[in-house]
């Protein structure tokens, strides 16, 4: 159970601060957790037991930072599928696992797609560029408080730490 005030990971909306448990409709048995995301407007109420959507524990600092150090040793390959549905899918089931480490491999899976499209002189797609935005910000999103800075600092602290392991 989490508690009032906590951060956590719901799903592919990201990162949300339970602000409390509620029951939207007085006749319900079920309690739901209301949450507040941190990086879109709105409310969510969710089952606190038995929801269909993931939720857990926004990852440590020091986990933040041993995946961040990951980065250089992981191989990013532009993700090709024979149709737009199979790429489609595969983007799908990387952002619903939840996983950081799947998170980082779909986004740099997405620049390195970028780069090859630009050497190229095309642009990348438009499946491409919705999922690769969506893993970033979620990425992003929960490196951000993980590590206690904003959203925006956050490509720039990947870029020193890595730059730092080269060293």
């Known amino acids: 159970m989490f508690q009032s005030g906590d951060l956590i990971v719901y799903g592919a909306t990201g990162v949300c601060r ?3 448990m509620a029951a939207p409709d007085p006749r319900s048995k079920r309690q739901f957790y209301l949450l507040d ?3 879109q407007d709105g409310v969510i ?3 606190a037991e038995g929801g269909k959507v993931p939720m857990r524990p926004v990852m440590s600092a020091r986990d933040a930072m041993e ?3 990951l980065i250089p040793s992981v191989h990013a390959e532009a993700c090709r599928e024979r149709t737009l549905q199979l790429l489609t899918q595969r983007y799908q089931t990387a952002l619903q696992s939840g996983d950081c480490r799947n998170l980082l491999k779909l986004t740099m899976s997405v620049h390195a797609k ?10 990348l797609g438009m499946v491409d560029e919705k999922y690769g935005k969506q893993a970033e910000r979620l990425l992003y999103g929960e490196l951000a408080v ?4 904003s959203i925006e600092e956050v ?3 990947i870029a020193s730490r890595v730059e730092q392991q080269k060293s």
């Open 18 to 20: 339970v602000k409390g």
């Open 114 to 123: 970028r780069r090859q499209a630009e050497e190229q002189n095309h642009r």
């Open 155 to 157: 490509p720039q602290y």
């Open 45 to 47: 109420y969710t089952p």
């Open 37 to 39: 995301p941190l990086y």
């Open 146 to 149: 993980a590590l206690d800075i």
């Open 67 to 69: 995946l961040i150090d």
